[in-house]
C-alpha cells in the first residue's frame, strides 16, 4: 500500500510545500476549509497522533506552531483553527495536524459543517498563499 502523504514528503508528489526539514514537512492542502489551510506532518511514516514517537513530538508540534503563526501573520488572520484526527476521520492514515488561518465572521462552525471543503480558484491562486505562508514561516520562529 502506498502512503499519499508519505508520497508528498519524499517529493514524489507535487505539493505547494511552506515548510521542510528532516523531521517535518507542511503543506497547503488541495480541499481547503478556508484558504491558507496547511497540513503540518511527519516525514517519517506515522500513522496516528497515538503513534507519534517521542522523539518527534517536539519537531511536528514546533513547526505546528510555527505555522500557526505564519499563517496569521501571512493572510492577516485573527487567529488559527488547529486539529488533528485518530482514525475516525483520518482521511489519509498519516499523521496530519490542521491548521487553518481564522477570522471572526469566517463561517467555518456557523453556517457549515466544520469540514465542508472549498477549492482554490486556480494553482496560481494556491501558489500565491503558500509563498506568504513560505516567507512567514521564516519570522514565526
Not at 503540518?40 to 508540534?61: G, I, K, N
Not at 496569521?72 to 486539529?83: D, I, N, P, Y
Not at 463561517?107 to 465542508?116: A, C, D, M
Request: proline residues 6%.
Amino acid at each position: 500500500m502506498t502512503c499519499t502523504f508519505c508520497q508528498i514528503a519524499n517529493g514524489e508528489l507535487p505539493a505547494q510545500v511552506v515548510y521542510r526539514d528532516a523531521d517535518v514537512v507542511a503543506f497547503l492542502d488541495r480541499a481547503p476549509l478556508l484558504p491558507g489551510h496547511v497540513l503540518v506532518m511527519p516525514t517519517r511514516h506515522v500513522e496516528t497522533l497515538d503513534d507519534l514517537p517521542d522523539d518527534l513530538l517536539a519537531p511536528v508540534f514546533g513547526a505546528v506552531r510555527r505555522t500557526s503563526i505564519a499563517v496569521q501573520k501571512a493572510l492577516r488572520a485573527e487567529g488559527s483553527f488547529v486539529a488533528t484526527n485518530t482514525r475516525v476521520s483520518q482521511s489519509v492514515p498519516h499523521l496530519h495536524v490542521h491548521v487553518v488561518p481564522r477570522n471572526k465572521g469566517d463561517g467555518l462552525f456557523s453556517t457549515r459543517l466544520i469540514w465542508q471543503r472549498k477549492k482554490y480558484e486556480n494553482d496560481a491562486e494556491m501558489a500565491e498563499i503558500a509563498t506568504k505562508i513560505k516567507s512567514a514561516y521564516e519570522l514565526a520562529g
